[in-house]
């Protein structure tokens, strides 16, 4: 409904095509920046699955407090591979003559640099491997998609 408004890089819609006022819209964002705020510190939010975009959204709207969410959080728990895995992709890519697709991942290392230092969540990737902590295999796919080259 912003992009009604004309925010987010859309054209703005007449003011009587529009669905709710701007002075709501904002109202809404404002609640809605309270509640994944209130949802990262109680823990409900690494609790959730597929949160990526929720996140870039909510980094945009609150700036610097969500990188400061992340550097607290890195080392607790299983925050890192909860991060690792949010921010990995994965896909099926297939050569020409290739019978059977390959499985490949990617992590967009220069958006991602914008939550995290990546040397750190990286260094806490190869260490999970290493000691055999990557049961998901968070680690692992990470680190293979760090290293893709797409």
């Known amino acids: 409904m912003a ?13 009587d095509e529009r669905r709710l006022s701007l002075e ?13 705020a209130r949802d990262a ?5 690494v609790k ?21 969410w992340i550097d607290a959080n890195l080392d607790t728990g299983d925050f890192a591979p909860w991060l690792m895995a949010t921010f990995t992709s994965e896909g099926v890519g297939q050569a020409m003559g290739d019978m ?5 991942y990617t992590v967009n290392r220069d958006s991602l640099s914008k939550l995290v ?15 055999g902590e990557d049961l998901d295999q968070a680690a692992a796919h990470f680190v293979a998609g760090l290293k893709s080259r797409y």
């Open 3 to 15: 992009g009604e408004h004309g925010r987010g890089g859309e054209d703005a819609k007449p003011e």
């Open 24 to 36: 709501h819209v904002e109202i809404l964002e404002q609640r809605l920046v309270d509640r994944v």
């Open 41 to 45: 510190a109680t823990g409900d939010l």
């Open 48 to 68: 959730r699955r597929n949160v990526a975009s929720l996140i870039w959204w909510w980094q945009e709207s609150a700036g610097p407090a969500v990188r400061s």
């Open 100 to 104: 059977v697709g390959q499985r490949m």
């Open 117 to 131: 230092d990546i040397d750190r969540l990286s260094a806490i990737a190869e260490r999970r491997i290493a000691n």
